[in-house]
């Protein structure tokens, strides 16, 4: 059994709600991934950095960061698909060590809720902007690649959730 799960959605706040819950269940720690990257320069948000140095100078800092998150064990940490289309390599090393969870609804749904978030600066809604296309191809390689099982998670209450992730890891061991 891998040491670490990895829980990754398009709604970061839920995949925060869902990570906390499974630590309990498993006693295991969560890590919140965007807390864990340090950034060489201020600000210290990913929208910030992104706004000041751009797209492949973050990029480049969470590559770095890789392999001091794969040192710890027994961990749930939560991350973001925003780059999921550019730093394939990246997901592929998170999948050999964590076992992955999707959470994802109808990509219509998602894109409903991800126009409904506020975002604090026009810098942050660039960073974390997306499309139908890019949501699709997102998904289809978390889906395809990374994701030791995806999760349908529409209409579902955040412990009926991560109940359901609970039930859906046990029979993933059973086989």
Known sequence: MKQNIFVVSYNYALSKRIAAKLAESFSMRVFDQRELFDFDNTPNTLPGVYSIYGREYVLKQFKGILKEELEFSDSVFVSDISFADNC????????????????????????????????????????????????????????????????????????????????????????
């Open 88 to 175: 394939f390599d990246l997901f592929y090393k998170i999948k050999l060590n964590n076992f992955v969870v999707f959470l994802f609804k109808d990509i219509d749904a998602e894109l409903v809720e991800l126009g409904k978030i506020k975002y604090k600066s026009l810098a942050e809604k660039d960073f974390y902007k997306c499309d139908k296309s890019l949501l699709e191809s997102r998904e289809r390689l978390i889906k395809t690649d990374c994701a030791d099982i995806g999760v349908d998670i529409t209409g579902l209450s955040d412990d009926e959730i991560a109940s359901k992730v609970v039930d859906m890891m046990q029979k993933f061991y059973e086989n």
